[in-house]
């Protein structure tokens, strides 16, 4: 397994969790937060759920476009490890040469009776 594939399954499971703690958020204070109760008094309650999913966000947010920029990197690193045998004069140029003529055959446009 490479390392752009593992970069891979690690954006996908990130993109993945991002999207579960987005949707458990509501934007007008409902959401997960509010099923926990109404009341403030609540140790743990709805403020510091809030917070929670807040920060959850923003982490998962910054870790999802550090992998992708670090996959960038060794998918690069990747493509520089096979360079053109051209390029490294390593492979001999073929001369391109003319087709070969064909004959075609001459038919008869008489009706032969």
Do not use: C, H, Y
């Not at 001459?106 to 009706?111: F, G, K, L, W």
């Amino acid at each position: 397994m490479s390392t752009f594939s593992l970069f891979l399954i690690l954006i996908i499971a990130v993109s993945l969790l991002l999207t579960l703690v987005i949707m458990v958020q509501n934007p007008k204070g409902g959401g997960l937060s509010s099923s926990f109760g109404g009341s403030t008094q609540v140790v743990g309650g709805v403020k510091n759920t809030n917070d929670f999913l807040d920060k959850t966000t923003w982490t998962l947010a910054i870790l999802l476009v550090a992998l992708i920029l670090l996959s960038n990197v060794s998918l690069r690193s990747g493509f520089a490890q096979n360079d053109s045998k051209v390029l490294d004069g390593s492979e001999t140029i073929i001369e391109e040469v003319a087709p070969a003529a064909v004959e075609i055959p001459a038919t008869s446009t008489e009706n032969e009776e």
